[in-house]
């Protein structure tokens, strides 16, 4: 069990396929890693492209940490019996950054809206099933310049917290970029502030 803190999310790691069939129709999902409403549009296109002799295309995502940005959508199925059960595969997992496309061949026979439900729902959970779900952490980028003296001062905060250090430029005048994890991000300001000579940007 994932404990999950004030500074993480849950997402899946990669691509990963599902696929389950009813009365003939089959149900091809695809779940993938997004960041953007644009790399969402991409996905879609692509799929639409691949698979053109599809009925639908049907799909859902959540967004954000928060998990504010979602949305659901239904493709010519009935309202709601297609892109909702979706997106709550995705909620009930509590996942974001996510979007999960079902693409439905008719298999000539009607299933109905709870049919539809049911099949849509299955699909979208053994997409999620066949993926790797992970802990993502929400990391805030930091600039420190410094004067040589403080080095040592610099590198002990930096080694206690673990921090990912990179651009390292070492003179009279040094600077270093580091990534740090959001619920440390008060605790180490507070400790580099305290090294005379340190200028922070954020």
Do not use: W
Not at 99 to 109: A, K, L, N
Request: glycine content about 6%.
């Amino acid at each position: 069990m994932i404990i999950m803190q004030k500074d993480t999310f849950l997402t899946i790691k990669e691509t990963s396929e599902g696929f389950y069939k009813e009365k003939g129709s089959k149900f091809i999902a695809y779940a993938f890693p997004v960041k953007t409403e644009e790399e969402i549009k991409e996905q879609l296109a692509a799929l639409k492209k691949q698979y053109y002799d599809a009925r639908h295309h049907c799909y859902a995502y959540m967004l954000g940490r928060e998990r504010t940005t979602f949305r659901a959508n239904d493709d010519g199925e009935p309202s709601n019996s297609a892109g909702m059960p979706i997106l709550g595969q995705i909620r009930s997992k509590e996942l974001t950054n996510i979007c999960i496309v079902v693409i439905r061949y008719f298999g000539g026979t009607k299933l109905g809206v709870s049919g539809l439900i049911g099949a849509y729902r299955t699909a979208a959970a053994l997409a999620i099933e066949a993926g790797e779900i992970v802990e993502e952490i929400v990391s805030c980028p930091i600039k420190l310049r410094f004067e040589y003296p403080q080095m040592n001062d610099i590198m002990k905060i930096g080694k206690n917290y673990q921090l990912d250090m990179s651009d390292q430029v070492f003179d009279e005048k040094c600077t270093i970029r580091f990534s740090l994890r959001e619920s440390l991000l008060a605790e180490v300001l507070a400790k580099l502030e305290k090294v005379e000579g340190t200028e922070i940007e954020k």
